[in-house]
């Protein structure tokens, strides 16, 4: 997985870093300060939140866009899972919600995916979350 640092302006991005905190997307947890990750397009299978029941195969989304974090310390709030194959996953600390990034192993470079976090004061919306009905 190669991602490639770009310098763009939006409202998420202000140059080339985080604009605004980063907070998981249904509970109030602080994931990332501003400025903190760097924006870089990337490639990488990120598996779905939630996974269909009995399914073969683990879902995932292609995650196009991501913040680069240097350090594993430099999170507020985040967790990591055990090590599939070359990757751990991140979660949010508080309520386990993920994957929203990953570790490639054993470096120590970490990518979240801004589309599966909250930017700012953005209002909590359940419905962000793609919920599979027949999961359980």
Do not use: H
């Given at each position: 997985m190669e991602?490639?640092?770009?310098?763009?302006?939006?409202e998420r991005v202000e140059d080339g870093k985080n604009k605004k905190d980063?907070?998981?997307?249904?509970?109030?947890?602080?994931?990332?300060?501003?400025?903190?990750?760097?924006y870089a397009k990337c490639e990488n299978n990120l598996p779905k939140m939630t996974q269909k029941k009995?399914?073969?195969?683990?879902e995932t989304d292609l995650i196009t866009e991501c913040f680069q974090v240097k350090?594993?310390?430099?999170?507020?709030n985040v967790g990591f899972s055990k090590v599939v194959g070359n990757f751990k996953?991140?979660?949010?600390s508080d309520c386990e919600l993920g994957?929203?990034?990953?570790?490639?192993?054993p470096d120590s470079l970490c990518y979240i995916a801004p589309s599966r976090v909250r930017h700012?004061?953005?209002?909590?919306i359940p419905s962000s979350i793609d919920v599979d009905?027949?999961?359980n």
């Open positions: 991602a490639w640092v770009l310098i763009m302006d939006d980063l907070f998981c997307t249904i509970c109030p947890s602080k994931i990332l300060l501003p400025r903190v990750g760097t009995g399914a073969e195969e683990v350090d594993p310390f430099d999170f507020e996953y991140l979660t949010c994957p929203i990034g990953w570790q490639i192993i700012g004061l953005d209002p909590i009905e027949n999961a």
